[in-house]
């Protein structure tokens, strides 16, 4: 294998290293955005059933007072019905005690059913409370794990960039800027397996004297349907990534 081959698949695997790692550091904030939604969204279920709570509360104090008010009324009309001596004035406000009781029945109905959904309510609101209560736990373990993931991937990436360097070094040039150019072009695969004559780049066979080329190993030589630079893969080459996708 030609030593200009050997440094750019090295070069080339690490960079492959490199875009992995890249993609996956930029899919981070997203994944973070992702947890603070889901608490978000918990922390909104325990506001909305506390609000629910609170409003069924307020009815029912309602309720009590329309109760009160009209408790209060035949209290009242009750007294002024003793003092009065006007048999209709004493007819008429029997009606209206007989009316206003009516209704506190009704209301007294009514109470009843909210207090039934208040406790319901309570009930949902103590099992969204502790939903929201365990979200709080697990996003700041989750952000952590991510911010823990993102040091580790920014580490390695170092690590590659290092490594990458040192086989670049010592190549041509003009070779490097030829692979880099075809590193952003053709998606990560600028050196590629020739496997007989198939270009494992853009899986068409080559030429003759292409393939004659690659087999010599005397010089680098590129694809001449796709441009990727060729190298020439036999079952030597096993465990090494033929530079197909
Ligand atoms: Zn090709």
């Known amino acids: 294998m030609l030593p200009e081959v050997e440094k750019l698949l090295r070069v080339q695997h690490h960079d492959q290293r490199i875009a992995a790692i890249d993609k996956e550091l930029a899919g981070i904030p997203i994944l973070e955005e992702d947890v603070r939604d889901k608490f978000l969204e918990d922390e909104k279920k325990q506001n909305d059933a506390r609000s629910d709570l609170q409003q069924t509360e307020i009815a029912i104090k309602n309720l009590e007072l329309d109760i009160d008010t009209r408790k209060d009324s035949i209290t009242k009309l009750k007294v002024q019905q003793y003092e009065t001596k006007k048999n209709d004035e004493f007819t008429r406000m029997g009606e209206e005690i007989?009316?206003?009781?009516?209704?506190?029945?009704?209301?007294?109905?009514?109470?009843?059913?909210?207090?039934?959904?208040?406790?319901?309510?309570?009930a949902a609101y103590a099992k969204a409370k502790a939903e929201h209560e365990v979200s709080k736990e697990d996003v700041v373990s989750e952000l952590e794990d991510l911010a823990d993931l993102a040091e580790n991937l920014k580490k390695e990436r170092e690590e590659e960039v290092v490594k990458r360097q040192s086989h670049a070094d010592p190549i041509d040039d003009d070779v490097l800027y030829n692979y880099e150019r075809l590193?952003?072009?053709?998606?990560?695969?600028?050196?590629?397996?020739?496997?007989?004559?198939?270009?494992?780049?853009?899986?068409?066979?080559?030429?003759?004297?292409?393939?004659?080329?690659?087999?010599?190993e005397k010089q680098l030589t590129t694809c001449e349907n796709c441009g990727r630079i060729l190298y020439y893969w036999t079952d030597d080459s096993v465990g090494r990534d033929k530079g197909g996708y």
């Not at 780049?201 to 010599?216: A, D, I, L, R």
Request: contains cysteine; glycine residues 10%; charged residues 30%.
């Open 183 to 216: 590193f952003k072009g053709k998606a990560g695969h600028a050196i590629v397996g020739l496997v007989d004559d198939v270009c494992q780049g853009c899986h068409m066979k080559v030429v003759k004297s292409t393939y004659m080329e690659v087999k010599g």
């Open 98 to 122: 007989t009316r206003y009781g009516e209704e506190i029945t009704a209301l007294e109905d009514k109470e009843i059913e909210l207090m039934e959904q208040a406790e319901a309510q309570k």
